[in-house]
């Protein structure tokens, strides 16, 4: 099973930017697809933002044109880059980690790290 660390959480205030790093284990990164999700106190986990095998990256209608999802192989890092953030993504965000296509899914990934808050402002 891989282990996931995401980093980068914190309070900014609206319109400000933050960006989100998901550390994988092992020497399979490059092999899955990687996912960023969210939750907000008292709201269900929803899809945020993933990345395929080969790059292929998928949003929410939500946060499309605001944030962007990346990965970095040789580092076994993907990250959400969060700009004009609003005070609605505030939640806890988590990175995980499926054998696949880039599912919105959340039931779709089996590996899930622990989470980072990001707290938003107005």
């Known amino acids: 099973q891989v282990q996931l660390v995401e980093s980068g959480g914190g309070l900014v205030q609206a319109g400000g930017s933050l960006r989100l790093s998901c550390v994988a284990s092992?020497?399979?990164?490059?092999?899955?697809?990687m996912g960023w999700f969210r939750q907000a106190p008292g709201k269900e986990r929803e899809f945020v933002a993933s990345?395929?095998?080969?790059?292929?990256?998928y949003y929410a209608d939500s946060v499309k044109g605001r944030f962007t999802i990346s990965r970095d192989n040789a580092k076994n890092t993907v990250y959400l880059q969060m700009n004009s953030l609003k005070p609605e993504d505030t939640a806890v965000y988590s990175c995980?980690?499926?054998?696949?296509?880039?599912?919105?899914?959340?039931?779709?990934?089996?590996?899930w790290g622990q989470g980072t808050q990001v707290t938003v402002s107005s």
């Open positions: 995980a980690a499926r054998n696949g296509w880039a599912s919105m899914k959340t039931d779709a990934y089996a590996n």
């Open positions: 092992g020497r399979t990164f490059s092999s899955v697809a």
């Open positions: 990345i395929s095998q080969t790059g292929t990256t």
